[in-house]
């Protein structure tokens, strides 16, 4: 069987060997987390030179960073809260994502309906502003469209309540792979990561952190890791690991619950992301992709303490499809409809008084009574700008210059020289793929993906859209270690080809088995856990 191509690889030749090294070397940072907070964190901190490790209890984007709106955005209504900075921050990275990772940035059109031309006015100065502050191009600017235009370019929306639009550039993501990536260009700059490897004490050398204990999920093993410097990046878990360090008397969270549902395309045929207002005057987001369309998201206060995987409820539903009538000529939309759906835990930093839906975005940074620093909160795509912050306080944790954060260059599968169309129309040509297989690949790999198929090209379900080669990379080369891993956050079956999620599990099983020695007993044992793991979703409505 062909050989990755020279990727970098997330996926270490040998787990013992890489406790191993993890335990004898001394690093300059130990992050905690392998979200996009701590990935981005341990890239910056990777090409500026330190020795860098990171250990992550869960797979990597397991949490808050798999089960965001997958957009890189600015975040346009936190213009109308106040955060103008923030706005400013993330509308520019838009830009540097986009460049570094064009097939996990690509630029959409998004709507907001108007009901009246003094609406779409109103909506076009605040979309200008935020423009403004994002530096975009005149070529990408918002365009106005009228009931003729929308007849077009979003033919389901209702016309006879909504005859206007303004349409904006965003960018569609997937953000689990952007996780990936990040944290792929971290290990090529020479910096150690390690996923089901959570850190369970720290190490106190006087009275200074100087480093974690992490019990290692796979062997068994614990493993000392020693560093000058150690960053909490562990998103909804920040103060469980911050407890360890000294007694918190406050809470300085408010986790809020993040809800998407996924539709089949053909009940909610939109051609755009759409904006629609919710009662309560939030934005949610319609937000289609190849065969399906998610609708989301809530922002609810979570005090549960199912952090990963957070319940999904009746009301959650509710809230996410109540609003579609008004906004789309289809028709009622009911829980028959619904064939997937995904929640998280945004780990907000609190502020009294205050709601989830009203609380900033922004990240905060602290250091705990031994040194440790913890940050939280913050927003997909402001990883870079979040991880310079951070890097500050590391630089005066190892009292020297580090020197300037990377400027933005292709991360792993982002070295692309055309459109992700004319690359899916090419892999397409060469490889015999259908076109569908292709447009999907290309905006999971980008410019790996003749790799991945160099490896398999062949559906693994007939009529499929994952094919082989997908579980050699997501083992060899993307660290998968389960299938929920493979299923969830590296092929992305299980939101984005709900057709054939069920029919994948004990065919992928049983290739992923080979790679990775399971027995019988594992295998069925990996199958009923993913399998279990479809149900959960859909329980709140009596599917499971």
């Known amino acids: 069987m062909p050989e990755p191509n020279n990727a970098t690889s997330l996926s270490p030749g040998s787990r013992s060997a890489l406790l191993a090294d993890l335990g004898s070397e001394r690093f300059d940072l130990v992050v905690v987390g392998g ?42 209504r936190y213009l109308a809260m106040g955060e103008i900075g923030l706005v400013r921050e993330t509308a520019l990275e838009r830009k540097a994502v986009h460049q570094m990772a064009p097939h996990l940035a690509e630029p959409c059109w998004m ?10 006015m109103k909506f076009r100065a605040g979309i200008a502003t935020y423009e403004m ?130 539709v089949d395309a053909a009940r909610l045929p939109a051609r755009n992301l759409v904006v629609l207002e ?17 609708i989301g998201t809530t922002d609810t206060s ?22 579609l009538g008004r906004y789309f000529d289809v028709d009622p939309l009911s829980s028959s409809d619904v064939i997937a759906a995904w929640s998280g835990v945004r780990p907000l930093v609190a502020q009294a008084g205050k709601e989830a839906k009203e609380i900033s975005r922004k990240e905060e940074v602290w250091v705990g009574t031994g040194g440790m620093i913890t940050v939280a909160g913050g927003k997909l795509t402001g990883f870079r700008a979040m991880a310079k912050t951070v890097l500050d306080y590391v630089a005066q944790q190892l009292g020297r210059s580090l020197g300037p954060s990377p400027e933005p260059h292709p991360m792993p599968g982002g070295n692309l020289s055309s459109s992700l169309d004319d690359l899916a129309a090419s892999v397409a040509a060469a490889t015999g793929v259908a076109r569908a297989v292709a447009d999907r690949l290309v905006r999971l790999y980008g410019d790996e993906t003749s790799g991945v198929l160099a490896l398999g090209h062949e559906p693994i379900v007939p009529g499929g859209r994952v094919v082989a080669g997908e579980i050699d990379w997501a083992v060899e080369v993307d ?26 599990l004990a ?19 990996e199958v009923e856990s993913v399998r279990a793991r479809y149900a959960s979703e859909l329980q709140f409505m009596g599917k499971a």
């Open 133 to 262: 502050l994002g530096a975009v191009e005149d070529a990408d600017r918002h365009l106005s469209w009228d009931r003729d235009d929308l007849a077009g370019h979003e033919p389901c929306l209702r016309r006879d309540e909504f005859p206007w639009a303004c349409a904006y550039r965003e960018y569609m993501t997937d953000d689990a792979r952007l996780v990936l990536a990040v944290l792929r260009d971290a290990v090529a700059s020479g910096a150690q990561a390690a996923s089901r490897l959570p850190a369970v004490d720290v190490i106190w050398e006087g009275r200074r952190i100087d480093g974690v204990v992490a019990a290692c999920e796979v062997t068994g093993n614990r493993v000392d890791v020693r560093a000058d410097a150690v960053v909490n990046a562990t998103g909804p878990w920040v103060e469980r690991l911050a407890s360890l360090e000294e007694d918190i008397s406050i809470d300085r969270l408010h986790p809020s619950k993040g809800v998407h549902l996924v």
């Open 479 to 504: 660290a998968a270690l389960t299938l929920e891993d493979l299923i969830y956050r590296r092929t992305r079956a299980a939101w984005y080809t709900p057709a054939e999620r069920e029919a994948l």
């Open 111 to 120: 709507v907001v309906p108007a009901r009246s031309r003094a609406s779409l």
């Open 278 to 294: 919710a009662p309560d005057k939030r934005t949610i987001f319609v937000l289609p992709r190849g065969e399906t369309v998610a």
């Open 302 to 323: 979570y005090r549960g303490d199912r952090l990963l995987w957070p319940e999904i409820e009746q009301s959650d539903f509710d809230y996410l499809l109540g609003p």
């Open 507 to 525: 065919p992928a099983a049983s290739m992923m088995a080979e790679l990775m020695g399971w027995d019988e007993a594992r295998t069925d044992a």
């Open 35 to 76: 979200g996009i907070t701590g990935a981005g964190v341990a890239r910056d901190a990777a090409w500026r030179g330190l020795r860098v490790a990171l250990v992550e209890g869960n797979d990597f984007a397991a949490g808050t960073s798999s089960r965001s709106s997958k957009l890189i955005h600015g975040g346009l």
